[in-house]
């Protein structure tokens, strides 16, 4: 549904957008700004997402990637 349209660093490249910087996560700095990584692997983005989840009274399971959401 949203996999190639959000813009994430990976999504970038693929439009030919020239980056001024790496294509690691501006986040954590520890893997490539893929959406996957965006929404399922980054723990940074994960604290914010839980602490939503948290403040909204909802649980939330650990996703293995954005596709399997489909
Ligand atoms: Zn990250």
């Known amino acids: ?3 190639g349209k959000i813009g994430v660093k990976e999504e ?3 439009r030919e957008v020239q980056l001024n ?3 690691l996560c501006v ?3 520890l893997g490539q700004e893929t ?3 965006f929404f399922v692997e980054c723990m940074d983005i994960w604290k914010i997402w839980s602490g939503w989840c948290k403040s909204w009274g909802v649980t939330w399971t650990f996703l293995e990637t954005v596709k399997s959401c489909f």
């Open 12 to 14: 970038l490249v693929k």
């Open 27 to 29: 986040l954590c700095n």
């Open 21 to 23: 910087s790496s294509l």
């Open 35 to 37: 959406c996957n990584h």
């Open 1 to 3: 549904m949203f996999l």
